[in-house]
T-cell receptor, first 114, second 116 residues
Framework: GAGVSQSPSNKVTEKGKDVELRCDPI?????LYWYRQRLGQGLEFLIYFQGNSAPDKSGLPSDRFSAERTGESVSTLTIQRTQQEDSAVYLC????????????FGSGTRLTVV | AQSVTQLDSQVPVFEEAPVELRCNYSSSVSVYLFWYVQYPNQGLQLLLK??????LVKGINGFEAEFNKSQTSFHLRKPSVHISDTAEYFCAVSDSTGFGNEKLTFGTGTRLTIIP
């Protein structure tokens, strides 16, 4: 596609439920990143994919968070047993391997845990 | 590992006045530097980037930034701001060596408010 697509754009969930967030990167972009932006704060790195492997998961805040990627395509970020502190905007970005300056960000998924 | 410091969390500026948003970084390796803008309820948009070469980088919407290696700074400037510049501005760095995962490390952001 022309840009990075994320769905849903907004998600309201009850505390304790599981949620799945989706990211469709730009076609051909082998590198994919997930970030979290809490209200009034900067972006926190969560996880990096190169193809379908995740060499850097260092930013995942707990074992309730997991992510997977199918080939060099769609990625899903899953949060189990959501807590109120998980409320944030989750942003996805992709880029071509080797072009470590050409990041394209999606519009994000705003997650609200009530 | 890299880190980014944006000392000013909020900057109010009168319309048509100049502005400077400060960014300092720390890194043990060479870096690329970026400024992103986030308008209300929108995603991140790249303003400008420094990869190599001239230390003065020009971006969109009349913004420019200067890379100062000795001071490890990458301050963003605009000579005359407009109401439409009201937004959150993020400074970011990434490893330029080609051996890392090239993730972006962001500062905490500066909220620029233009006063009519």
């Amino acid at each position: 596609g022309a840009g990075v697509s994320q769905s849903p754009s907004n998600k309201v969930t009850e505390k304790g439920k599981d949620v799945e967030l989706r990211c469709d990167p730009i076609s051909g972009h082998t590198a994919l990143y997930w970030y979290r932006q809490r209200l009034g704060q900067g972006l926190e790195f969560l996880i990096y994919f190169q193809g379908n492997s995740a060499p850097d998961k260092s930013g995942l805040p707990s074992d309730r968070f997991s992510a997977e990627r199918t080939g060099e395509s769609v990625s899903t970020l899953t949060i189990q047993r959501t807590q109120q502190e998980d409320s944030a905007v989750y942003l996805c970005a992709s880029r071509l391997k080797g072009q470590n300056y050409g990041y394209t960000f999606g519009s994000g998924t705003r997650l609200t845990v009530v | 590992a890299q880190s980014v410091t944006q000392l000013d969390s909020q900057v109010p500026v009168f319309e048509e006045a100049p502005v400077e948003l400060r960014c300092n970084y720390s890194s043990s390796v060479s870096v690329y530097l970026f400024w992103y803008v986030q308008y209300p309820n929108q995603g991140l948009q790249l303003l400008l980037k420094y990869l190599s070469g001239s230390t003065l980088v020009k971006g969109i919407n009349g913004f420019e930034a200067e890379f100062n290696k000795s001071q490890t700074s990458f301050h963003l400037r605009k000579p005359s701001v407009h109401i439409s510049d009201t937004a959150e501005y993020f400074c970011a760095v990434s490893d330029s060596t080609g051996f890392g995962n090239e993730k972006l490390t962001f500062g905490t952001g500066t909220r620029l408010t233009i006063i009519p």
